[in-house]
């Protein structure tokens, strides 16, 4: 299984940023897909994840409003919209899977991650 995030980059406060995550050697319709985080000297948190059965989607209350998680399983790909950035969520973001999660939002939930992608919100 190999997870490849894309889309990090450097922005100002209120810009929007779009994260990707393209999967491979996995079965993708079995699998719910997350996003974390890890911010300089924290540890990994939970950011939106999308159930695999469903697609239905659940965010972390600091983000929920501003972020939208998407997957698309003809591509294999599940993707973070981030709107309305704030220095504060400048961090390491990571893509992560687990076949048939319910509702994971632990690191400990999760099978698989990808190397992550470096995301810097400036004021």
């Known amino acids: 299984v190999q997870l490849v995030e894309s889309g990090g980059g450097l922005v100002q406060a209120g810009d929007s940023l779009r994260l990707s995550c393209a999967a491979s050697?996995?079965?993708?319709?079995?699998?719910?897909l997350g996003w974390f985080r890890q911010a300089p000297g924290k540890e990994r948190e939970f950011v939106a994840r999308?159930?695999?059965?469903?697609?239905?989607?659940f965010y972390e209350a600091s983000v929920k409003g501003r972020f939208t998680i998407s997957r698309y399983n003809t591509k294999h790909t599940v993707y973070l919209q981030m709107d309305s950035l704030k220095p504060e969520d400048t961090a390491v973001y990571y893509c992560?899977?687990?076949?048939?999660?319910?509702?994971?939002?632990?690191?400990?939930?999760?099978?698989?991650w990808g190397q992550g992608t470096q995301v810097t919100v400036s004021s």
């Open positions: 992560a899977a687990v076949e048939y999660g319910n509702n994971p939002h632990n690191t400990w939930e999760y099978d698989y």
């Open positions: 999308a159930r695999w059965s469903d697609g239905i989607p």
């Open positions: 050697g996995l079965t993708f319709t079995t699998y719910t």
